[in-house]
């Protein structure tokens, strides 16, 4: 078993890099119709396309320097800007699925009602994680975990937008493998680290291979398609 401090010293270098991987995985989905066309100079179907983006990549820069400042030692201010944090989540959660509705009422999006079932899962995987992270934020091991892999479950957008043919290929391939990988990344870590992969590593990832099961088997369903339908005409 490694020891205490080991871990510690350990921590300090993974989460910060998952961190920058989640964040970079969002850098490249999002270059070329946001961050690269000039953030709120880019060409946006509505002011809620902007906030929504916005929300998005402050999350991602918020949550990088979150694990930073715990990285760094500055555990008061890493609480202090926890309390932002809450209220970003929150504006999020209303914002993400008001985004998708809009876009699968706005002909020619490419919104379906595949898109819509992932993204609402990807939003409740996303509230799960978030909620029971920041309950469990006295236990760090938990909390940093739950965190990251909340940040994680709502990466599936910024993937879907990366410019490569494996993410774009029937069946999806290139979507479900990265989309697991931090999960999957924590899960080595853990069984490196700590010997056993821990509860707050396996929950998390249950929630994301959850959030693809609806992705794949709700838009199978009549009552997904005839919900999807009256979302769009409603």
Known sequence: ??????????????????????????????????????????????????VHAVLFVGWMTLFTVQTLLVARGRVA?????????????????????????????????GIDATILAGDLAQTVAFVVLLSTGLARRAYAAEHKRLMTLATAAIIGPALSRWPFAIMHATPPVGIVMFYLLPPVLMLLYDLAVLRRVHRATAF???????????????????????????????
């Open 1 to 50: 078993m490694v020891s205490a401090m080991s871990r510690r010293s350990a921590d300090h270098l993974f989460f910060p890099a998952m961190a920058l991987l989640l964040a970079g995985e969002t850098l490249l989905g999002f270059w070329h119709t946001y961050i690269g066309a000039g953030f709120m100079l880019a060409r946006m179907p509505s002011l809620l396309v902007h």
């Open 77 to 109: 201010v890493h609480r202090r800007l926890g309390g932002l944090m809450g209220w970003w989540a929150a504006a999020m959660v209303v914002a993400g699925p008001a985004t998708v509705i809009m876009a699968l009422r706005r002909p020619g999006s």
């Open 204 to 234: 998390g990832l249950v929630m994301m291979v959850l959030v693809l099961a609806c992705f794949v088997a709700l838009p199978a369903t009549s009552a997904w398609l005839a919900f999807a339908d009256w979302v769009q005409h409603a």
